[in-house]
């Protein structure tokens, strides 16, 4: 991925926005900039700002309407072919800082992995963090709203196969219910 080297040593390299194409580029730097602005002819940056979210957003027109976007999505969908798809994959900033839009600095995850990533405590298995009060580790999983404690085990590796089973059920009861409601 040459656009992720070239955005780590500081070279701009700028691709069309997928659905605003030949009218807004974003840059492996995290610039975003209009093709024709204000109809005059000429490229120039857009204005970002930093959102409720504490992320930078633009704001991008089509057919005269305003659409609010988040820049690191905006990357991802340039250099990456992520397809926003609600809260299934996200878009992670690597090193948690939200607004760090460069190349090198997004990937693509999941949303549980994104939940679960830079705990303090945490295993390398998702869904198992160290408790200090048991001196234990301990398995827990988020389905929704709803959390669910899976235990306190002395093994990391029995604390995540404990999530495994746990998510393999919940899994199984989803395709199931989605067996029954289509038959």
């Not at 991925?1 to 069309?16: H, P, Q, T, V, Y």
């Not at 857009?46 to 659409?67: A, E, P, V």
């Not at 600095?105 to 994104?114: G, K, M, S």
Request: aromatic content about 10%; charged content about 25%.
């Amino acid at each position: 991925m040459i656009a992720s080297l070239l955005s780590r040593i500081g070279i701009e390299f700028w691709k069309d926005i997928p659905t605003f194409e030949k009218k807004y580029q974003v840059s492996n730097l995290g610039n975003v900039r209009a093709l024709n602005y204000m109809r005059r002819g000429f490229i120039k940056n857009i204005y970002t700002f930093i959102d409720s979210r504490n992320r930078l957003s633009c704001i991008l027109y089509k057919k005269g309407k305003g659409k609010h976007l988040r820049v690191h999505q905006l990357v991802a969908m340039a250099f990456l072919k992520h397809k926003p798809c609600g809260m299934k994959l996200v878009v992670d900033h690597i090193n948690n800082k939200p607004n760090n839009n460069k190349l090198y600095n997004l990937q693509i995850i999941t949303q549980r992995e994104n939940s679960s990533k830079d705990t303090k405590g945490k295993s390398k298995y998702v869904g198992v963090y160290w408790h200090k009060g048991a001196n234990k580790w301990a398995a827990n999983i988020a389905v929704g709203s709803k959390s669910k404690g899976l235990g306190l085990f002395v093994d990391e590796k029995e604390a995540a196969k404990a999530y495994q089973n746990e998510l393999k059920k919940i899994n199984e009861t989803k395709e199931t219910h989605t067996d029954t409601t289509h038959t």
